[in-house]
């Protein structure tokens, strides 16, 4: 069998599609993209089509060795974002080829579902309440809730109050048992962050997330010293080598990788074996589309220290379609009682539905993440 084309899609609300065909009819998908930079990606993906095209598609380690040592310059987002999507694509494309699931491939699942969890809040988080509490109604058992709008590198207590208010009201609507994420989104700087770290203890979150911006992780061992629960970080970090340094640290309790951004599946399962290694959990990263979610689940199978998986079923990006618009069998990604049962069929185990894909291609998207300013003007984390 030999690789014989790559087709790409870039599809709303802000994701890139990928699949690869073979001369004996085979195939398999993929999702290679960085939100914002889809279009980077897609043209890095043709780039690396050419070490791809003839080659005999099972020798998937193989092929993702070559991928990423053969052009020298390794690493980033863009890079790890188009091998990642190949190599989903060629996890699935095995998969249908043996008939198995691709968790069977990876040894077998040590479980039959996955519990998840949803989005409320928005950007600028409000009404935060009340969209937990219609979270949990629909079975949910956790949800996640950005910490906080914009803050300055030294900025007002005010907003620290604000932001423990959203939490408390969050708290006080599901009650003590739901799991609250906090996500801080890179947004608080470590002069506030040291602050409002602290006062979130009483409400008990499931865990706060990129606390500080991957650049400055280093100072977590400063600021987050001493916690009652857990910190959790990892989507802006591509490679196994990033995660051991961060996992040498000590400072971190739950990561997540990216699956379409990280690597793949191949990078994945290393990045999750070197966590258990430190007794770190596992919540993989994935406010995307269905192949994102899809690869996440067989990861989240077949390794233990997989607790919760994130999705974006109803998320604010999703505004022109969401995840399962692309599926043939929309009940692949069924979420019941706050579970997802892990995907059974071949490959990936969900069927793209490929007509509907190039229709939606043709509309496409530019998406972008939002561009905000301080009160002085100057560019603010989003």
């Not at 084309?5 to 004996?24: A, G, N, Y």
């Not at 998908?29 to 043209?43: C, H, K, L, N």
């Not at 099972?58 to 790890?80: C, D, K, Q, S, V």
């Not at 956790?142 to 300055?152: H, L, R, S, V």
Request: net charge negative; charged share 25%.
């Amino acid at each position: 069998m030999k690789i014989t084309q790559l087709k790409t899609w870039q599809v709303p609300p802000r994701w890139l599609f990928l699949k690869i065909e073979t001369d004996e009819g085979v195939y398999g998908w993929g999702e290679p993209v960085v939100e914002g930079r889809a279009a980077t990606v897609e043209a890095a993906v043709h780039e690396l089509s050419d070490y791809l095209i003839g080659e005999d598609p099972h020798r998937i380690e193989h092929l993702w060795n070559t991928l990423y040592r053969a052009g020298f310059y390794r690493g980033g987002p863009i890079l790890m974002s188009a091998i990642a999507g190949i190599d989903q694509a060629l996890w699935d494309l095995k998969g249908r080829d043996y008939g198995v699931p691709v968790h069977q491939l990876l040894g077998g699942a040590v479980r039959d579902k996955m519990r998840m969890y949803a989005w409320t809040g928005g950007d600028r988080p409000s009404d935060v309440g009340a969209g937990a509490k219609a979270l949990v109604d629909r079975g949910f058992t956790a949800f996640k809730m950005n910490g906080t709008p914009e803050m300055q590198i030294v900025d007002s207590h005010a907003k620290v109050d604000e932001a423990v208010a959203r939490v408390a009201e969050a708290r006080e609507a599901v009650g003590p048992e739901v799991g609250i994420a906090i996500d801080f989104h890179g947004r608080v700087h470590r002069p506030m962050a040291k602050s409002l770290l602290r006062e979130l203890e009483p409400y008990h979150p499931m865990f706060v997330e990129e606390p500080v911006l991957p650049e400055h992780l280093p100072c977590l061992k400063h600021i987050a010293s001493g916690l009652g629960y857990p910190i959790a970080t990892g989507e802006r970090l591509h490679t196994r080598y990033q995660f051991r340094d961060l996992l040498a640290d000590g400072m971190v309790d739950i990561i997540q990788p990216d699956l379409s951004h990280c690597g793949g599946i191949s990078e994945g399962m290393k990045i999750a074996s070197l966590a258990s290694c430190y007794d770190v959990a596992l919540a993989p990263h994935c406010p995307l589309g269905p192949l994102t979610l899809a690869t996440s689940l067989h990861v989240d199978a077949v390794n233990h220290n997989a607790f919760i998986q994130e999705q974006s079923m109803g998320i604010h990006y999703n505004r022109d379609n969401d995840v399962l618009d692309y599926l043939v069998d929309k009940s692949a990604l069924a979420i019941e009682d706050g579970f997802c049962a892990i995907p059974d069929g071949p490959g990936l185990g969900v069927e793209i539905d490929e007509a509907f894909v190039e229709e939606r291609a043709k509309v496409g998207h530019r998406w972008r993440n939002p561009v905000w300013q301080h009160e002085d003007g100057s560019i603010a984390e989003w």
